[in-house]
């Protein structure tokens, strides 16, 4: 079993629509989430940071984290044709260790349509 | 713009031989890691360094290794190069005690 378990899609909404993105890990360790954008052959763009379970906000996204199910997601409200990519979903380990590695989904492809 | 720095963009080069990827950190960051980015194995870990010393190794192979220089910046060297070696090849960049990591935009390697 991976780590880090991400349905690869492709995923394709209409323009306006919510998308919902999601992650499945198997290490109680991790601790620290985040959520990437990567457009076509460029470099992986953080978009939301968590620590721990919780939900954090950042205009039209939305990032939850469910400890208990090991289980985390990523909304997009309204969404737009720009926010077309490959959204990855990374996490790292809480210990006090110098070992911050991120351990990384294989990514969901998203279009969305105008 | 992440404020990451990597070069080459793109590198060709035959099996057997031997590149060197160049990353310059975000300004501040004393921390930089190296992943490669694959179709079937997707983003992996390669090695961390922190202000000069390696921290941490992940899926390196042994003819890979990294070193981090004083002005902070990092090169990852690959040798004996083989077909499997292609890929896109990121360096990130963190805060002291931060999580959060900036990626470059990539070298893309293409062994042929």
């Known amino acids: 079993q991976k780590e880090v378990e991400q349905d690869p899609g492709p995923l394709s909404v209409p323009e306006g629509a919510i998308v919902s993105l999601n992650c499945t890990y198997s290490?109680?360790?991790?601790?620290?989430f985040m959520w990437y954008r990567q457009y076509s052959r460029k470099g992986p763009e953080l978009l939301m940071y968590?620590?721990?379970?919780g939900n954090k906000e950042d205009g039209r996204f939305t990032a939850q984290v469910d400890k208990s199910s090991k289980y985390i997601s990523l909304f997009i409200r309204d969404s737009q044709p720009s926010d077309s990519a490959t959204y990855l979903c990374?996490?790292?380990?809480?210990?006090?260790?110098?070992?911050?590695?991120?351990?990384f989904g294989k990514g969901t492809l998203l279009t969305v349509n105008p | 713009d992440s404020g990451v720095t990597q070069t080459p963009k793109h590198l060709i080069t035959a099996t057997g031989q031997r590149v060197t990827l160049r990353c310059s950190p975000r300004?501040?960051?004393?921390?930089v890691y190296w992943y490669q980015q694959s179709l079937d194995q997707g983003l992996q870990f390669l090695i961390q360094?922190?202000?000069?010393?390696?921290?941490a190794k992940g899926n390196i192979l042994e003819r890979f290794s990294a070193q981090q220089f004083p002005d902070l910046h990092s090169e990852l060297n690959l040798s004996s190069l083989e077909l499997g070696d292609s890929a896109l090849y990121f360096c990130?960049?963190?805060?002291?005690?931060?999580?959060?990591?900036?990626f470059g935009p990539g070298t893309r390697l293409t062994v042929t």
């Open positions: 990130a960049s963190s805060s002291q005690g931060l999580r959060e990591q900036y």
């Open positions: 290490n109680s360790a991790f601790q620290y």
């Open positions: 968590t620590y721990s379970s």
């Open positions: 990374a996490m790292s380990v809480g210990s006090g260790g110098s070992n911050y590695k991120l351990t």
């Open positions: 300004s501040g960051d004393l921390s």
């Open positions: 360094y922190y202000n000069g010393e390696e921290r």
